[in-house]
C-alpha cells in the first residue's frame, strides 16, 4: 500500500444514517486516516424520486456528529450524470459495449422463463452480435435501445478480497448488465465505477451484500482498461438472534441513537467493535483506534447489535466525561424527553452551576444521557414535590415521624456541609436506634420524590439549606 490510501463512504439518501451506513463510514475513515490518506463522501442521489434534501441533510448532520469528518467538496453522484454517458459511449465505440433493443415484452419473457426454470434472470445476449442493418430496421420500428456491457461469456472473474479472501464467479452466470438506460441516464454499476475511478478510489470497504456487485463492476473497470481498487466486503449487522438486523433490534438513525442519549464517542467505540477487533481491548480512544484498525481484523462472521453493550460503553465514556462538557452533551437530548423543554427553560447560570455539581453522583447512576436527565429531575422539582409511587409508600409507613425529627436536627446547624450533613444524620439514627439506611430513605423521598437518587449527602448539599428544609416541611407536615 505504498499508493496515498483513498477510501470513500458513499450513502444514498433515501432515507437516515443507517447504523449500519455509520459503521462503514467509521471503517473507511480508520483506513484513510490510519495510513494518512483521504476519506471522500460521495452521495449517491441518482434515485431522484426517493432521494431527499431532507435525507442528505440527516446523513451528513450525521457523520459529522459521529465526528467522521471527510476530505474536499461532497460529490453528488447525479451532477455526473454526463461523465457516465460519455463512458458509457466511450465502451461502445471501441467494442466493449453495444446496443439492445429488447422489449419489455421480450425482458419479461425472459424472466418468467428463468422463474419456471427456478433460476435467477439472467439476459440471453441476442442483441450482443448484432450489426447496423439490425440496429436500422429496431431504430425504424420505434424501439429504444439500452447499452450493455459485453462480459466475457466463459472464464472467471476473481476478486481478492481483503476480508471475504479470494471470491470466484464463473462468467457464464454473470450477464451482460445495462450501462446506460433508454433516456440516457447511467445505471448504479455504471456510475459507482466511473465515480470511483474519476476520485481516485483505492480501497472500496461497504457491506457484503456488494459482494456480487464487485464482479460485475470489476468486469466495467477491466473493459475502460482502468485498475480495479481493492475491495473489502464487510459482514452485515444482525441482531441479537441472529437474525437481519431491524427496527426491533435497533436499526435506527444515527440521529435517533444521539436522541436516545449515546455520545459520540462511546457509538464509535461500540461500532468499531461490530465485527473487527484487536486482541481482547474493548475501550477505545479514536487515536487508539486510528492507531491500530487494520482490515485484517475484520471477522467474516456477521456481527451482533447488542443494547447492552452499547449502553456498557456509553456510561463508561459518560463517567469518564468533565461535568461542565457534559452538561452541554446533555442540552440537545433535552428536546427529545418529556419535560425537557421546562427544564432547558429553567437552566439559569445558577441552575447549571447546580446540575455540574450534582453531575459526579448523577453519572454513576446512568448509562444514557436520557438515564441522567432523568435522574436530575429532583433538581428542578417544583413545591410541593410529586412523590412517585414508592416515595408514597416509603414516607406512608413511619417516614413522616422519622422526617419530623431529621427536621429540627438540621435546621439547628449552623453550616449547611457535608460532612456536618452526616454527622446529624448519623447522630439521630443512632439517638432512635434506627439504621442509617432507615432515616436516608424517607429523606431521600421527601427531597427527591423517588426512592433512588445520588447519595443522600449529595443532594442535601446540592439542592441547598433553603431548599432542602423546605421539601421536609412539606412532608413532614
Not at 496515498?4 to 463512504?9: D, E, G, L, N, Q
Amino acid at each position: 500500500m505504498s499508493d496515498p490510501i483513498v477510501t470513500r463512504f458513499a450513502p444514498s439518501p433515501t432515507g437516515f444514517l443507517h447504523i449500519g451506513g455509520g459503521r462503514t463510514a467509521l471503517f473507511n475513515w480508520l483506513l484513510a486516516r490510519r495510513h494518512g490518506g483521504k476519506m471522500l463522501l460521495r452521495i449517491e442521489d441518482t434515485d431522484r424520486v426517493r432521494s431527499t434534501p431532507e435525507a442528505i441533510d440527516a446523513i451528513i448532520d450525521g457523520l459529522k456528529w459521529l465526528g467522521l469528518s471527510w476530505d474536499g467538496e461532497v460529490i453528488y453522484q447525479f451532477a455526473r450524470a454526463p461523465r457516465h454517458k460519455e463512458v458509457a459511449e466511450a465502451m461502445l465505440a471501441n467494442g466493449r459495449a453495444y446496443k439492445c433493443y429488447a422489449t419489455s415484452e421480450e425482458l419479461e419473457a425472459m424472466r418468467e422463463a428463468a422463474k419456471a426454470a427456478g433460476k435467477p434472470m439472467r439476459y440471453d445476449g441476442r442483441w450482443r452480435e448484432k450489426g447496423p442493418e439490425d440496429h436500422a430496421k429496431a431504430e425504424a420500428e420505434g424501439r429504444k435501445y439500452v447499452i450493455r456491457l459485453k462480459a466475457p461469456l466463459d472464464g472467471q472473474t476473481t476478486v481478492q478480497d481483503l476480508v471475504q479472501g479470494t471470491v470466484t464467479w464463473d462468467n457464464e452466470n454473470l450477464d451482460d448488465l445495462v450501462l446506460l438506460r433508454s433516456d440516457g441516464t447511467p445505471t448504479y454499476m455504471l456510475a459507482v465505477v466511473v465515480d470511483d475511478h474519476d476520485m481516485g478510489v483505492t480501497h472500496i470497504i461497504r457491506g457484503d451484500d456488494h459482494l456480487t456487485n464487485a464482479a460485475r463492476q470489476s468486469q466495467i473497470y477491466e473493459a475502460n482498461g482502468w485498475k480495479v481498487p481493492f475491495m473489502a466486503h464487510i459482514p452485515l449487522i444482525h441482531g441479537p438472534d441472529g437474525a437481519k438486523l431491524s427496527k426491533r433490534h435497533g436499526a435506527l438513525g444515527v440521529d435517533a441513537y444521539r436522541a436516545l442519549g449515546y455520545l459520540p464517542e462511546a457509538l464509535r467505540n461500540y461500532l468499531v467493535r461490530l465485527g473487527w477487533a484487536h486482541g481482547d481491548q474493548e475501550i477505545f480512544s479514536t487515536d487508539e483506534m486510528t492507531a491500530v484498525f487494520d482490515l485484517k481484523n475484520v471477522g467474516r462472521s456477521p456481527a451482533r447489535f447488542d443494547f447492552a453493550k452499547l449502553e456498557s460503553i456509553n456510561g463508561h465514556y459518560m463517567r469518564k466525561t468533565d461535568d461542565a462538557a457534559l452538561l452541554e452533551a446533555l442540552r440537545p437530548v433535552l428536546a427529545h424527553v418529556e419535560g425537557g423543554a421546562e427544564i432547558a427553560n429553567a437552566l439559569t447560570p445558577e441552575k447549571e452551576a447546580q446540575w455540574i455539581a450534582a453531575m459526579p453522583g448523577l453519572k454513576e447512576r446512568a448509562k444514557t444521557l436520557v438515564e441522567l436527565i432523568d435522574g436530575s429531575r429532583f433538581l428542578f422539582a417544583t413545591r410541593p414535590l410529586a412523590m412517585d409511587e414508592k416515595a408514597r409508600e416509603i414516607l406512608a409507613k413511619d417516614g413522616k415521624a422519622i422526617l419530623a425529627r431529621l427536621l429540627s436536627r438540621l435546621e439547628a446547624l449552623p453550616v449547611w456541609e457535608a460532612a456536618a450533613l452526616e454527622e446529624a444524620v448519623r447522630a439521630e439514627a443512632e439517638s432512635s436506634g434506627l439504621k442509617l439506611g432507615a432515616l436516608a430513605q424517607p429523606l431521600r423521598a421527601a427531597l427527591t420524590g423517588r426512592a433512588t437518587s445520588p447519595g443522600i449527602f449529595e443532594v442535601l448539599v446540592v439542592l441547598g439549606r433553603e431548599e432542602c428544609l423546605g421539601r421536609l416541611r412539606d412532608q413532614a407536615a
